[in-house]
């Protein structure tokens, strides 16, 4: 059961990274489109879902990509395994393909259909993401 509870916390550590993320690049665009900074107003919540889908999706596949890990993962001692198997556009493919499946409205509880407790898009891609802890 904790093992579950932190991939769920990693997930969230993740995606507040990216809302983080969200906000400088609409912050960024503002000033760099001319607009002072007490002037900045609050987005149109549809832009800005938009923008924080994509740097989610590209947060995760750029990390997962070149370090086969992401800062919530890390932060929480988890490790992804299955990476190592393939290299450049076999590597890209796999990690497009787990990072597309997120994107399943229901994908997030998957997790808890099977044994290993592993979600869609780590079957999909043929990876497993394992506690660092327990493999020493």
């Known amino acids: 059961?904790?093992?579950l509870i932190r991939r769920f916390v990693a997930i969230y550590i993740d995606s507040l990274i990216a809302f983080i993320l969200t906000t400088m690049v609409y912050i960024i665009e503002q000033i760099c489109s001319g607009v002072e900074m007490s002037?900045?107003?609050t987005p149109d919540p549809d832009n800005l879902l938009l923008l924080e889908l994509f740097l989610f999706f590209l947060y995760f596949c750029l990390n997962e990509f070149f370090i086969k890990s992401t800062l919530g993962k890390k932060i929480l001692k988890l490790?992804?395994?299955g990476f190592d198997e393939y290299r450049g556009k076999k590597r890209?493919?796999?990690v497009l393909l787990r990072n597309v499946i997120r994107f399943i409205p229901i994908?997030?509880?998957?997790i808890f259909l099977n044994e290993e407790h592993r979600?869609?898009?780590d079957m999909a891609s043929k990876t497993t993401v394992v506690d660092v802890r327990k493999k020493k």
């Open 79 to 81: 490790e992804i395994l």
């Open 1 to 3: 059961m904790v093992y």
């Open 107 to 110: 994908e997030p509880f998957t």
């Open 92 to 94: 890209l493919k796999q």
């Open 119 to 121: 979600m869609w898009h």
């Open 39 to 41: 002037k900045i107003q």
